[in-house]
């Protein structure tokens, strides 16, 4: 069983970043793959990254491409996701979610584990 939990939300300007971390602790075999999922007021939960645990390539979702970042510790106990150039439209609660599968999965069923979720609002 693995246990997640996130932190690093808050409120920021639009072109501000902010460090998401997820602290995972617990099993953390090398073949689970990890993601990070946001959803917003009266939406539908959407993958926003994932990050292979073992090998630690990494996928991110067209709409955050070229400023989301995705990484994790060397020795597997964290996963961090960087976001610059935030914009209103990334207002959300971002989850970070675990997966026994290999490979980095885009779909939020396919993760077994879920973070209690920490809230970004971009707003001026």
């Known amino acids: 069983q693995v246990q997640l939990a996130e932190s690093g939300g808050g409120l920021v300007q639009p072109g501000e970043s902010l460090r998401l971390s997820c602290v995972v602790s617990g099993s953390t075999f090398a073949h689970y793959s990890m993601g990070w999922f946001r959803q917003a007021l009266g939406k539908e939960r959407e993958f926003v990254g994932g990050?292979?645990?073992?090998?630690?390539?990494?996928h991110v979702a067209d709409s955050v491409k070229d400023r989301f970042i995705i990484s994790k510790d060397d020795d597997k106990t964290g996963m961090y996701l960087q976001m610059n150039s935030l914009k209103p439209e990334d207002t959300a609660v971002y989850y970070c979610?675990?997966?026994?599968?290999?490979?980095?999965?885009?779909?939020?069923?396919?993760?077994?584990?879920w973070g209690q979720g920490t809230q970004v609002i971009v707003s001026s």
């Open positions: 990050i292979a645990w073992g090998g630690g390539s990494t």
């Open positions: 979610a675990a997966s026994g599968q290999y490979g980095i999965r885009l779909r939020a069923r396919d993760y077994s584990s």
